[in-house]
């Protein structure tokens, strides 16, 4: 009973510590987490769970043997698979004011990415980053990995 008082009570505070989890300007959602998956925000370290929602500038990291399921506003799919390091560096999805931004720094690991509206209005616009080369997308899906 101890054990589960004092889970409650650190869940309480990291929800505190970091209010803007639950902000508007969210521009994805997690929906499924496998393993140990950290959201870096700004000073804050939160443990990733279905339904937490992800600012731009957020880093995730994903421990040994982990993944995680990510859905942007616009319907794009980000699967973490282990190990992987990404910051979501830009994303602005005003279909009616024709603004599109879709940029991810993939530090180390993999992942799958699909595609959503974005890629298919303005593929552009769209950016994944690695230390080593940038992908420029044209509406599809595709696995990447670095090193």
Same mark, same amino acid.
């Given at each position: 009973m101890?054990?589960y008082?004092?889970l409650?009570?650190l869940?309480?505070?990291a929800?505190f510590a970091?209010? @803007?989890?639950?902000?508007?300007?969210?521009v994805? !959602?997690?929906k499924?987490?496998? +393993?140990?998956?950290?959201v870096? $925000?700004?000073d804050a370290?939160v443990q990733?769970?279905?339904?937490?929602t992800?600012?731009?500038?957020?880093h995730?990291?994903?421990?040994p043997g982990a993944? @995680?399921a990510?859905v942007?506003?616009d319907?794009? !799919?980000l699967t973490?698979?282990? +190990?992987?390091?990404?910051?979501? $560096?830009?994303?602005?999805f005003?279909?009616k004011?024709g603004k599109f931004?879709?940029?991810?720094?993939?530090?180390?690991?993999s992942?799958?990415y699909?595609?959503g509206?974005i890629?298919?209005l303005?593929?552009?616009s769209?950016?994944?980053?690695?230390?080593?080369a940038?992908?420029?997308?044209?509406g599809?899906r595709f696995l990447i990995?670095?090193?």
């Amino acid at each position: 009973m101890k054990r589960y008082l004092c889970l409650l009570a650190l869940a309480t505070l990291a929800f505190f510590a970091v209010p @803007a989890l639950a902000a508007d300007d969210h521009v994805a !959602l997690v929906k499924t987490v496998s +393993g140990n998956v950290q959201v870096i $925000r700004q000073d804050a370290t939160v443990q990733a769970a279905g339904g937490t929602t992800l600012l731009v500038s957020d880093h995730l990291v994903a421990g040994p043997g982990a993944s @995680a399921a990510i859905v942007f506003k616009d319907g794009t !799919l980000l699967t973490l698979g282990p +190990g992987a390091d990404i910051l979501v $560096r830009d994303y602005v999805f005003e279909p009616k004011d024709g603004k599109f931004s879709f940029s991810l720094y993939m530090t180390k690991g993999s992942a799958i990415y699909e595609s959503g509206k974005i890629g298919k209005l303005a593929p552009d616009s769209v950016k994944i980053d690695t230390p080593k080369a940038t992908v420029g997308v044209r509406g599809t899906r595709f696995l990447i990995e670095a090193n």
